[in-house]
Protein backbone atom coordinates (compact mmCIF):
# COMPACT_ATOMS: atom_id res chain seq x y z
CA UNK A 1 0.00 0.00 0.00
CA UNK A 2 1.73 3.55 -0.72
CA UNK A 3 1.02 6.22 2.14
CA UNK A 4 1.29 9.78 1.67
CA UNK A 5 3.94 11.63 2.62
CA UNK A 6 1.42 13.25 5.64
CA UNK A 7 0.97 10.05 6.71
CA UNK A 8 4.19 8.62 7.25
CA UNK A 9 7.29 10.86 8.26
CA UNK A 10 10.64 10.60 9.20
CA UNK A 11 12.24 12.22 11.96
CA UNK A 12 15.99 12.75 12.62
CA UNK A 13 17.10 11.65 15.97
CA UNK A 14 20.88 11.01 15.85
CA UNK A 15 22.00 8.25 14.15
CA UNK A 16 18.09 6.65 14.14
CA UNK A 17 14.37 8.00 12.88
CA UNK A 18 11.81 7.68 14.40
CA UNK A 19 8.64 7.51 11.90
CA UNK A 20 4.92 9.72 12.86
CA UNK A 21 2.16 8.04 11.51
CA UNK A 22 -1.05 9.76 11.59
CA UNK A 23 -4.18 7.59 12.54
CA UNK A 24 -7.60 10.02 11.18
CA UNK A 25 -11.10 8.30 11.14
CA UNK A 26 -11.17 9.42 7.18
CA UNK A 27 -7.23 8.70 6.73
CA UNK A 28 -5.06 6.14 5.20
CA UNK A 29 -4.51 4.38 8.42
CA UNK A 30 -8.10 4.49 10.33
CA UNK A 31 -8.03 2.55 13.39
CA UNK A 32 -4.81 2.94 16.19
CA UNK A 33 -4.59 -0.71 15.66
CA UNK A 34 -3.17 -0.26 12.22
CA UNK A 35 -1.29 2.68 13.16
CA UNK A 36 1.03 0.24 15.89
CA UNK A 37 1.04 -2.30 13.48
CA UNK A 38 2.72 -0.19 10.74
CA UNK A 39 5.07 1.65 13.04
CA UNK A 40 8.74 0.19 14.13
CA UNK A 41 9.98 0.58 17.57
CA UNK A 42 10.53 4.27 18.71
CA UNK A 43 8.06 5.39 16.56
CA UNK A 44 5.53 7.87 16.97
CA UNK A 45 1.45 7.36 16.08
CA UNK A 46 -0.19 10.41 16.41
CA UNK A 47 -3.97 10.15 16.92
CA UNK A 48 -6.27 12.56 15.83
CA UNK A 49 -10.06 13.48 16.98
CA UNK A 50 -12.72 10.86 16.88
CA UNK A 51 -14.13 7.59 18.92
CA UNK A 52 -12.31 4.22 17.61
CA UNK A 53 -14.01 1.60 18.71
CA UNK A 54 -11.47 -1.29 19.00
CA UNK A 55 -9.00 -2.92 21.01
CA UNK A 56 -5.65 -1.78 20.73
CA UNK A 57 -2.47 -4.37 21.69
CA UNK A 58 0.94 -3.62 21.06
CA UNK A 59 2.84 -6.17 20.94
CA UNK A 60 6.95 -7.16 21.86
CA UNK A 61 9.17 -5.27 19.72
CA UNK A 62 7.76 -2.12 19.53
CA UNK A 63 10.01 -0.61 22.61
CA UNK A 64 10.17 3.15 22.60
CA UNK A 65 6.96 3.40 20.57
CA UNK A 66 4.93 6.51 21.40
CA UNK A 67 1.00 7.13 21.13
CA UNK A 68 0.16 10.79 21.04
CA UNK A 69 -3.71 11.51 21.10
CA UNK A 70 -4.87 14.84 20.13
CA UNK A 71 -8.11 16.64 21.93
CA UNK A 72 -10.89 14.45 21.08
CA UNK A 73 -9.31 11.21 20.18
CA UNK A 74 -10.97 8.31 21.94
CA UNK A 75 -10.62 4.75 22.45
CA UNK A 76 -13.44 2.89 23.40
CA UNK A 77 -13.67 -0.57 24.46
CA UNK A 78 -17.07 -1.17 24.40
CA UNK A 79 -17.85 -5.12 24.01
CA UNK A 80 -14.23 -5.83 21.98
CA UNK A 81 -12.62 -9.12 22.44
CA UNK A 82 -10.76 -9.73 25.84
CA UNK A 83 -12.16 -6.63 27.26
CA UNK A 84 -8.93 -4.56 27.95
CA UNK A 85 -8.95 -1.37 25.57
CA UNK A 86 -5.16 -1.10 24.62
CA UNK A 87 -2.93 -3.84 25.61
CA UNK A 88 1.12 -3.02 25.84
CA UNK A 89 3.72 -5.81 25.72
CA UNK A 90 6.79 -3.65 24.74
CA UNK A 91 9.09 -1.88 26.95
CA UNK A 92 9.30 2.29 27.37
CA UNK A 93 5.81 3.19 25.27
CA UNK A 94 4.38 6.23 26.17
CA UNK A 95 0.85 7.25 25.87
CA UNK A 96 -0.46 10.44 26.48
CA UNK A 97 -3.57 12.36 25.71
CA UNK A 98 -5.96 9.51 25.02
CA UNK A 99 -9.49 9.10 26.63
CA UNK A 100 -10.53 5.39 27.47
CA UNK A 101 -13.64 4.70 28.13
CA UNK A 102 -16.09 1.36 28.18
CA UNK A 103 -13.75 -1.34 28.21
CA UNK A 104 -16.49 -4.17 29.12
CA UNK A 105 -17.79 -6.99 27.40
CA UNK A 106 -21.08 -9.43 28.83
CA UNK A 107 -18.76 -11.43 30.26
CA UNK A 108 -15.63 -9.53 31.16
CA UNK A 109 -15.64 -6.35 33.01
CA UNK A 110 -12.11 -4.97 31.38
CA UNK A 111 -9.22 -3.04 31.89
CA UNK A 112 -8.66 0.62 30.08
CA UNK A 113 -4.74 -0.82 29.93
CA UNK A 114 -3.08 -3.17 30.26
CA UNK A 115 0.66 -3.15 30.76
CA UNK A 116 3.31 -6.06 31.08
CA UNK A 117 6.18 -4.05 29.41
CA UNK A 118 8.70 -2.15 31.44
CA UNK A 119 8.72 1.51 31.82
CA UNK A 120 5.43 2.44 30.58
CA UNK A 121 4.70 6.06 30.63
CA UNK A 122 1.17 7.05 30.83
CA UNK A 123 0.53 10.94 30.52
CA UNK A 124 -2.51 13.17 30.63
CA UNK A 125 -5.02 10.44 29.59
CA UNK A 126 -8.47 9.86 31.04
CA UNK A 127 -10.47 7.17 31.83
CA UNK A 128 -13.71 7.09 31.93
CA UNK A 129 -16.24 3.83 33.18
CA UNK A 130 -13.73 1.22 33.47
CA UNK A 131 -15.45 -1.38 35.49
CA UNK A 132 -12.45 -3.26 36.55
CA UNK A 133 -9.40 -1.73 36.62
CA UNK A 134 -8.32 1.57 34.70
CA UNK A 135 -4.50 1.42 34.52
CA UNK A 136 -3.19 -2.57 35.41
CA UNK A 137 0.98 -2.72 35.07
CA UNK A 138 2.84 -5.69 36.22
CA UNK A 139 6.09 -4.55 34.61
CA UNK A 140 8.71 -2.70 36.06
CA UNK A 141 8.67 1.60 36.86
CA UNK A 142 6.06 2.86 36.03
CA UNK A 143 5.17 6.39 35.45
CA UNK A 144 1.77 7.72 35.63
CA UNK A 145 1.68 11.44 35.26
CA UNK A 146 -1.61 13.85 34.95
CA UNK A 147 -4.62 11.27 34.69
CA UNK A 148 -8.14 11.31 35.27
CA UNK A 149 -9.90 8.63 36.53
CA UNK A 150 -13.72 8.82 36.56
CA UNK A 151 -15.96 6.07 37.89
CA UNK A 152 -13.67 3.27 38.11
CA UNK A 153 -13.77 0.05 39.72
CA UNK A 154 -10.05 0.30 40.60
CA UNK A 155 -8.46 3.10 39.02
CA UNK A 156 -4.94 1.60 39.16
CA UNK A 157 -3.11 -1.48 40.41
CA UNK A 158 0.54 -1.87 40.41
CA UNK A 159 2.34 -5.13 41.07
CA UNK A 160 5.32 -5.05 39.25
CA UNK A 161 9.23 -4.16 40.39
CA UNK A 162 11.41 -1.10 40.70
CA UNK A 163 9.97 2.23 41.56
CA UNK A 164 6.24 2.98 40.28
CA UNK A 165 5.23 7.00 40.27
CA UNK A 166 1.91 8.36 39.97
CA UNK A 167 1.45 11.84 40.10
CA UNK A 168 -0.56 14.18 39.77
CA UNK A 169 -3.73 12.01 38.85
CA UNK A 170 -7.49 13.23 39.91
CA UNK A 171 -9.68 9.94 41.20
CA UNK A 172 -13.32 10.33 41.34
CA UNK A 173 -16.32 8.83 41.83
CA UNK A 174 -15.04 4.85 42.07
CA UNK A 175 -14.36 2.37 43.92
CA UNK A 176 -10.84 2.18 44.82
CA UNK A 177 -8.34 4.49 43.73
CA UNK A 178 -4.50 2.75 43.99
CA UNK A 179 -3.90 -0.66 44.88
CA UNK A 180 -0.23 -1.66 45.18
CA UNK A 181 1.17 -5.38 45.38
CA UNK A 182 4.00 -7.06 44.79
CA UNK A 183 8.06 -6.67 45.30
CA UNK A 184 8.38 -2.77 44.17
CA UNK A 185 8.27 0.71 45.52
CA UNK A 186 5.65 3.69 44.91
CA UNK A 187 5.85 7.35 45.12
CA UNK A 188 2.51 9.04 44.88
CA UNK A 189 2.65 12.54 44.86
CA UNK A 190 0.32 15.78 44.02
CA UNK A 191 -3.15 12.97 43.68
CA UNK A 192 -6.64 13.95 44.36
CA UNK A 193 -9.35 11.49 45.54
CA UNK A 194 -12.96 12.57 45.93
CA UNK A 195 -16.01 10.75 46.89
CA UNK A 196 -14.09 6.89 46.40
CA UNK A 197 -16.42 4.34 47.44
CA UNK A 198 -13.33 2.24 48.57
CA UNK A 199 -9.57 3.36 50.00
CA UNK A 200 -7.78 5.90 48.48
CA UNK A 201 -4.74 4.15 48.36
CA UNK A 202 -4.01 0.32 49.76
CA UNK A 203 -1.98 -2.79 49.30
CA UNK A 204 1.20 -4.55 50.24
CA UNK A 205 4.58 -3.82 48.86
CA UNK A 206 7.72 -5.55 50.03
CA UNK A 207 9.82 -2.32 49.26
CA UNK A 208 8.97 1.41 50.21
CA UNK A 209 6.11 4.12 49.77
CA UNK A 210 5.69 7.69 50.15
CA UNK A 211 2.04 9.44 49.79
CA UNK A 212 3.19 12.97 49.83
CA UNK A 213 0.99 16.45 49.52
CA UNK A 214 -2.70 14.41 48.33
CA UNK A 215 -5.96 15.51 48.68
CA UNK A 216 -8.19 13.11 50.46
CA UNK A 217 -11.89 14.12 50.23
CA UNK A 218 -15.50 12.32 51.27
CA UNK A 219 -13.66 8.33 51.20
CA UNK A 220 -15.90 5.55 52.45
CA UNK A 221 -13.29 3.08 53.75
CA UNK A 222 -9.54 4.30 54.18
CA UNK A 223 -7.19 7.05 52.59
CA UNK A 224 -3.88 5.02 53.04
CA UNK A 225 -4.53 1.71 54.00
CA UNK A 226 -0.85 -0.21 53.68
CA UNK A 227 1.52 -2.93 55.10
CA UNK A 228 5.29 -2.36 53.62
CA UNK A 229 8.55 -4.50 54.36
CA UNK A 230 10.12 -0.50 53.85
CA UNK A 231 9.85 2.44 54.71
CA UNK A 232 6.87 4.63 54.80
CA UNK A 233 6.30 8.48 54.21
CA UNK A 234 2.91 9.90 54.44
CA UNK A 235 3.63 13.48 54.61
CA UNK A 236 1.70 16.92 53.82
CA UNK A 237 -2.04 15.45 52.98
CA UNK A 238 -4.88 16.77 53.73
CA UNK A 239 -8.22 14.95 54.54
CA UNK A 240 -11.81 16.04 54.71
CA UNK A 241 -14.62 13.05 55.08
CA UNK A 242 -13.20 9.60 55.46
CA UNK A 243 -13.78 6.38 57.70
CA UNK A 244 -10.20 6.45 58.66
CA UNK A 245 -6.84 8.67 57.39
CA UNK A 246 -4.30 6.62 57.62
CA UNK A 247 -3.74 2.48 58.28
CA UNK A 248 0.00 2.04 58.06
CA UNK A 249 2.32 -0.67 59.26
CA UNK A 250 6.24 -0.98 58.03
CA UNK A 251 9.55 -1.21 59.14
CA UNK A 252 9.82 2.62 59.73
CA UNK A 253 6.89 5.30 59.31
CA UNK A 254 6.52 9.03 59.39
CA UNK A 255 3.51 10.69 59.54
CA UNK A 256 3.91 14.03 59.62
CA UNK A 257 2.66 17.56 58.43
CA UNK A 258 -1.28 16.37 57.59
CA UNK A 259 -4.08 18.18 57.89
CA UNK A 260 -7.09 15.53 58.69
CA UNK A 261 -10.87 16.95 59.56
CA UNK A 262 -14.26 14.58 59.97
CA UNK A 263 -13.15 10.76 60.37
CA UNK A 264 -16.52 9.44 60.67
CA UNK A 265 -16.51 5.98 62.70
CA UNK A 266 -16.02 5.92 66.21
CA UNK A 267 -14.72 2.76 66.08
CA UNK A 268 -11.78 3.70 64.27
CA UNK A 269 -8.82 6.24 64.94
CA UNK A 270 -7.87 8.84 62.12
CA UNK A 271 -4.28 7.34 62.69
CA UNK A 272 -3.48 3.91 63.23
CA UNK A 273 0.00 2.65 63.02
CA UNK A 274 -0.36 -1.31 64.19
CA UNK A 275 3.56 -2.73 63.29
CA UNK A 276 6.90 -1.02 63.65
CA UNK A 277 8.79 1.70 64.41
CA UNK A 278 6.89 5.22 63.97
CA UNK A 279 7.20 8.78 63.96
CA UNK A 280 3.85 11.02 64.02
CA UNK A 281 4.07 14.48 64.40
CA UNK A 282 2.91 18.22 63.65
CA UNK A 283 -0.26 16.71 62.02
CA UNK A 284 -3.71 18.56 62.78
CA UNK A 285 -6.60 16.02 63.91
CA UNK A 286 -10.14 17.81 64.07
CA UNK A 287 -13.53 16.72 64.06
CA UNK A 288 -12.70 12.93 64.44
CA UNK A 289 -15.91 10.51 65.52
CA UNK A 290 -12.89 8.10 67.27
CA UNK A 291 -9.64 8.28 68.57
CA UNK A 292 -7.40 10.72 66.59
CA UNK A 293 -4.14 8.50 66.76
CA UNK A 294 -3.87 5.19 67.75
CA UNK A 295 -0.31 2.64 68.66
CA UNK A 296 -1.09 -0.57 68.32
CA UNK A 297 0.52 -3.60 70.00
CA UNK A 298 3.32 -4.27 67.94
CA UNK A 299 4.63 -0.48 67.05
CA UNK A 300 6.59 1.85 68.62
CA UNK A 301 7.63 5.12 68.31
CA UNK A 302 7.07 8.50 69.29
CA UNK A 303 4.09 10.65 68.86
CA UNK A 304 5.15 14.70 68.90
CA UNK A 305 4.20 18.00 68.09
CA UNK A 306 0.22 17.04 67.03
CA UNK A 307 -2.78 18.65 67.35
CA UNK A 308 -5.93 17.28 68.29
CA UNK A 309 -9.27 19.12 68.38
CA UNK A 310 -13.32 18.38 68.68
CA UNK A 311 -12.53 14.22 68.64
CA UNK A 312 -14.03 11.29 70.02
CA UNK A 313 -16.89 10.60 72.13
CA UNK A 314 -16.52 8.35 75.50
CA UNK A 315 -15.31 5.43 74.59
CA UNK A 316 -12.20 6.87 72.66
CA UNK A 317 -8.94 9.13 73.06
CA UNK A 318 -7.24 11.39 71.69
CA UNK A 319 -4.34 9.16 71.26
CA UNK A 320 -4.20 6.08 72.84
CA UNK A 321 -1.36 3.31 73.35
CA UNK A 322 -2.12 0.21 73.27
CA UNK A 323 1.44 -0.84 72.57
CA UNK A 324 3.91 -3.70 74.68
CA UNK A 325 6.84 -1.16 74.66
CA UNK A 326 8.88 1.97 73.72
CA UNK A 327 6.25 5.07 73.10
CA UNK A 328 6.99 8.34 73.82
CA UNK A 329 3.95 11.15 73.99
CA UNK A 330 5.58 14.51 74.13
CA UNK A 331 4.21 17.82 73.18
CA UNK A 332 1.07 17.71 71.79
CA UNK A 333 -1.67 19.71 72.60
CA UNK A 334 -5.14 18.39 73.20
CA UNK A 335 -9.06 20.21 73.85
CA UNK A 336 -12.10 19.48 73.53
CA UNK A 337 -12.27 15.76 73.48
CA UNK A 338 -15.07 13.28 73.90
CA UNK A 339 -13.44 10.52 75.86
CA UNK A 340 -9.62 10.63 77.44
CA UNK A 341 -7.48 12.94 76.52
CA UNK A 342 -4.07 10.35 76.42
CA UNK A 343 -5.01 6.69 77.35
CA UNK A 344 -2.03 4.00 77.86
CA UNK A 345 -4.04 1.09 77.32
CA UNK A 346 -1.39 -1.50 77.36
CA UNK A 347 2.34 -1.09 78.12
CA UNK A 348 4.20 -4.02 79.43
CA UNK A 349 7.68 -4.60 78.30
CA UNK A 350 9.25 -1.38 77.89
CA UNK A 351 9.21 2.55 78.46
CA UNK A 352 5.84 4.64 77.64
CA UNK A 353 6.85 8.17 78.90
CA UNK A 354 4.41 10.84 78.84
CA UNK A 355 5.75 13.69 78.82
CA UNK A 356 5.43 18.16 78.42
CA UNK A 357 1.21 17.75 76.65
CA UNK A 358 -1.09 20.07 77.17
CA UNK A 359 -4.83 18.68 77.70
CA UNK A 360 -7.99 20.46 78.38
CA UNK A 361 -11.40 20.12 78.45
CA UNK A 362 -12.30 16.53 77.89
CA UNK A 363 -14.87 14.36 78.50
CA UNK A 364 -13.44 11.88 80.80
CA UNK A 365 -9.85 11.86 82.07
CA UNK A 366 -6.85 14.14 80.92
CA UNK A 367 -4.52 10.92 81.06
CA UNK A 368 -5.55 7.50 81.74
CA UNK A 369 -2.95 5.08 82.69
CA UNK A 370 -4.84 1.74 82.33
CA UNK A 371 -4.59 -1.25 84.74
CA UNK A 372 -2.60 -3.44 81.75
CA UNK A 373 0.34 -0.58 81.96
CA UNK A 374 3.63 -1.12 83.41
CA UNK A 375 5.80 1.63 84.81
CA UNK A 376 4.84 4.40 83.02
CA UNK A 377 6.35 7.41 83.14
CA UNK A 378 3.74 10.77 82.87
CA UNK A 379 5.69 13.90 83.43
CA UNK A 380 5.49 17.54 83.21
CA UNK A 381 1.62 17.80 81.49
CA UNK A 382 -0.93 20.38 82.03
CA UNK A 383 -3.93 18.76 82.28
CA UNK A 384 -7.22 21.33 82.85
CA UNK A 385 -10.92 20.93 82.99
CA UNK A 386 -11.81 17.01 82.84
CA UNK A 387 -14.85 15.74 83.74
CA UNK A 388 -13.75 12.84 85.59
CA UNK A 389 -10.02 12.80 86.72
CA UNK A 390 -7.15 15.14 85.24
CA UNK A 391 -4.55 12.24 85.77
CA UNK A 392 -5.87 8.32 86.72
CA UNK A 393 -3.49 5.97 87.30
CA UNK A 394 -4.99 2.28 87.71
CA UNK A 395 -1.47 0.46 86.55
CA UNK A 396 1.68 -0.61 88.29
CA UNK A 397 5.07 0.58 89.19
CA UNK A 398 4.38 3.97 87.28
CA UNK A 399 6.14 7.42 87.79
CA UNK A 400 4.01 10.81 88.09
CA UNK A 401 6.26 13.82 88.61
CA UNK A 402 5.90 17.14 87.71
CA UNK A 403 2.03 17.35 86.12
CA UNK A 404 -0.24 20.35 86.83
CA UNK A 405 -3.57 19.15 86.84
CA UNK A 406 -6.45 21.54 87.56
CA UNK A 407 -9.84 22.15 87.26
CA UNK A 408 -11.35 18.34 86.62
CA UNK A 409 -13.44 16.20 88.85
CA UNK A 410 -10.78 15.36 90.55
CA UNK A 411 -7.20 16.48 89.47
CA UNK A 412 -5.66 13.08 90.21
CA UNK A 413 -6.67 9.41 91.44
CA UNK A 414 -4.90 6.45 91.78
CA UNK A 415 -5.73 2.89 92.75
CA UNK A 416 -2.91 1.41 91.41
CA UNK A 417 1.05 1.99 92.52
CA UNK A 418 2.77 4.79 91.18
CA UNK A 419 5.80 7.18 92.53
CA UNK A 420 4.54 10.61 92.56
CA UNK A 421 6.37 13.81 92.85
CA UNK A 422 6.36 17.66 92.78
CA UNK A 423 2.25 16.93 91.12
CA UNK A 424 -0.01 20.34 91.67
CA UNK A 425 -3.48 19.76 92.39
CA UNK A 426 -6.41 20.88 93.70
CA UNK A 427 -8.68 17.77 94.22
CA UNK A 428 -8.36 14.31 94.48
CA UNK A 429 -4.91 12.64 95.50
CA UNK A 430 -2.30 10.02 95.41
CA UNK A 431 -4.33 7.80 98.06
CA UNK A 432 -7.67 8.95 96.09
CA UNK A 433 -9.54 6.13 93.78
CA UNK A 434 -11.28 7.19 90.86
CA UNK A 435 -15.10 8.59 91.04
CA UNK A 436 -15.66 7.85 87.42
CA UNK A 437 -14.00 4.46 85.79
Known amino acids: MKLAPMIILSLSCGPLSAAVIEVAKN ?15 GDVIVVKAGVFDERVVVPVGKDGLRIKAKPGAILDGFDQNGGIALTI ?18 ADPGHGISVSGNRPRIRKCRFLACEFRSIETTGADPTIEDCKFVGSGLGIRISGSGLARVVDCAFELGFDSIQLDGPGSAVIVGCSFTNISGDGVGGDLVGSLDVVDCRFKDISTDCVDVAVGGTITVRKNSVDGTRRAFL ?8 TDNTIRRTFKDSNSAID ?18 TAIRIGPSAIGSVRNNKVQRCGSLGTAGILIDAASDVTVADNVLSRLGGDGIRIALGNGGAIVVDDNTI ?15 AAVVTNNVVRRCLAEGIENSGANATITDNDAKQSRLDLANDGTATFTANVF ?5 NVAPEID
Open 426 to 430: TTGGE
Open 273 to 290: VDLGTCDIRKNSIRDSNG
Open 27 to 41: GPIDSIQAGVDAAAA
Open 89 to 106: ASDDVEVSGLTIRNPVTD
Open 360 to 374: KDCGRDGIDVGAQAT
Open 248 to 255: VSGALMTL
